[in-house]
């Protein structure tokens, strides 16, 4: 047989001597890319009767998917909800996030004032992965539209409600075009028709940042809502008489077709082990691990911005200056990943797909994003056996090999 090329196809590369994540399961098998997609080897085989052109031995390390952050505010020293920052901010995280296996991600914007979300939005363009930097594939604006007791560290006079249906909604973001992903708090007026109209445009709808009970949570489940922002915090905790938003991993009340996924913040210190544990016994196809970094991630301990406010940074911590409230995490999500899997005993196979399939199934791309699937994106990562980050690839590309 000859090689690929010679055939008037595309450079083809046969990865050998590795394990690849698919369907669940780490198999033995070599992983086959050409023109940035994975290939069917049974068509490379007999119907095209081809040869790759470079057999690459991977040591004996997993293949994965790329993982995809949906929830990430900034890091090393640049926050997405800081207009002067943003485009600066995309190039230099999407870039350094390679080394945590991110090949996409969701830029998010935190409660901000109507003229700033004006200006941010458009910025930040949804784009595939290259050499110069992860895939965006959308924002995420977590805000205004949330409860101002649940607000946790989002500004509290900056904090808004549509009573006005959805022309609130435009009002105070503009254009949507950019926006993949919104959270707000199911409860308040209105809720039902704007995620309606968010669904229509086909941007996905998060409850949140809320005082919502289960029966609320529900009704905007029915509405179109599929995902559920950071599970445990900034919400009411679960109760035996009304489980709240929590409720929603159990719910008899929802469409059968409808299934919830939920952020988790699996850092050490947003969520207890025991409650990962809950979590993932009781719903674990709908994990979605998400780091909810902040400006300060990777940076030393000291004071920075974040959005309107400031953080005051100690090792792992990260609070709102003055006080004792949480601002986002420091994670990293390969070490989300990690965690996970270590306090759940759950898994590499489900700990990968929680960062991986799991949010592409909630955005609706696993159809090129998230799986080793033949035709897929070749963007994938290979680790060793304790889940740490070797090499990341985009479309195929090397675009980061650890030291």
């Given at each position: 047989m000859a090689?690929?090329?010679?055939k008037?196809h ?5 990865y050998?001597?590795?394990?690849i994540?698919?369907?669940g399961?780490?198999?033995r098998?070599d ?5 940035g997609?994975?290939m069917?080897p049974?068509?490379?085989f007999?119907?095209?009767?081809v040869n790759?052109d470079?057999r690459i031995d991977c040591?004996?390390?997993i293949?994965?998917?790329?993982l995809i952050?949906?929830q990430?505010n900034g890091?090393?020293?640049?926050d997405f909800?800081t ?15 390679f ?6 991600f969701c ?12 200006k941010?939005l ?5 784009r595939?992965?290259s050499?110069?930097g992860?895939?965006?594939?959308g924002v995420?604006?977590?805000g205004p539209?949330?409860?101002q007791?649940k607000?946790g ?5 900056l904090?808004?409600?549509y ?11 503009g254009d ?12 308040k ?5 704007v995620i ?6 086909g941007i996905v709808?998060?409850v ?7 029966i609320q949570?529900?009704e905007?489940?029915r509405?179109g809502a599929?995902?559920i922002t ?5 919400m009411?905790p679960?109760?035996h008489?009304d489980?709240h938003?929590v409720?929603?991993l159990t719910?008899d ?9 939920y ?6 210190i947003?969520?207890?082990?025991a409650a990962?544990r809950?979590?993932?016994?009781v719903?674990p196809e709908?994990?979605?691990l998400v780091?909810d970094?902040?400006?300060?991630t ?7 911005p974040f959005g309107?406010?400031?953080v005051v940074?100690?090792g792992k911590?990260s609070y709102?200056?003055d006080?004792?409230t949480?601002?986002g995490?420091?994670?990293?999500l ?13 898994g590499p196979e489900?700990?990968?797909e929680?960062?991986s399939l799991?949010?592409a199934?909630m955005l609706?791309?696993a159809?090129?994003k998230?799986?080793?699937?033949f035709?897929s994106?070749a963007?994938f990562?290979?680790l ?6 070797k090499s990341?690839?985009i479309s195929?590309e090397?675009v980061y090999?650890?030291?």
């Amino acid at each position: 047989m000859a090689p690929s090329s010679a055939k008037g196809h595309g450079y083809l590369y046969q990865y050998t001597n590795c394990r690849i994540l698919r369907d669940g399961k780490i198999i033995r098998e070599d992983l086959w890319v050409r023109d940035g997609r994975i290939m069917n080897p049974e068509v490379l085989f007999f119907v095209e009767k081809v040869n790759a052109d470079q057999r690459i031995d991977c040591d004996d390390l997993i293949i994965a998917p790329g993982l995809i952050d949906v929830q990430i505010n900034g890091g090393y020293g640049y926050d997405f909800s800081t207009e002067s920052q943003v485009e600066e901010g995309i190039k230099r995280v999407s870039q350094g996030v390679f080394a945590c296996g991110v090949t996409s991600f969701c830029p998010t914007v935190i409660t901000s004032p109507p003229h700033v979300y004006k200006k941010i939005l458009p910025k930040i363009k949804k784009r595939n992965g290259s050499k110069e930097g992860a895939g965006i594939l959308g924002v995420h604006v977590e805000g205004p539209f949330i409860d101002q007791e649940k607000r946790g560290a989002h500004p509290q006079q900056l904090i808004r409600d549509y009573d006005n249906g959805f022309q609130d909604v435009l009002d105070v973001y503009g254009d949507l075009s950019n926006v993949a992903m919104i959270t707000l708090a199911p409860e308040k007026q209105n809720t039902p028709e704007v995620i309606q109209e968010f669904c229509k445009r086909g941007i996905v709808v998060s409850v949140g940042h809320s005082n919502a009970n289960l029966i609320q949570g529900e009704e905007a489940v029915r509405s179109g809502a599929r995902f559920i922002t950071h599970l445990f915090n900034a919400m009411l905790p679960f109760h035996h008489r009304d489980p709240h938003l929590v409720g929603l991993l159990t719910s008899d009340q929802l469409p059968q077709n409808r299934k919830v996924y939920y952020g988790l913040i699996s850092d050490g210190i947003h969520t207890h082990p025991a409650a990962l544990r809950i979590a993932h016994r009781v719903h674990p196809e709908g994990i979605v691990l998400v780091t909810d970094a902040i400006q300060a991630t990777f940076l030393p301990d000291g004071t920075y911005p974040f959005g309107e406010q400031t953080v005051v940074v100690k090792g792992k911590h990260s609070y709102l200056k003055d006080t004792n409230t949480l601002a986002g995490s420091l994670a990293s999500l390969d070490d989300c990943v990690r965690l996970f899997a270590k306090e759940t005993g759950c898994g590499p196979e489900l700990a990968l797909e929680a960062a991986s399939l799991h949010p592409a199934q909630m955005l609706g791309i696993a159809d090129k994003k998230g799986t080793l699937n033949f035709d897929s994106d070749a963007d994938f990562i290979m680790l060793d056996n304790d889940l740490n980050v070797k090499s990341t690839f985009i479309s195929g590309e090397c675009v980061y090999k650890a030291k």
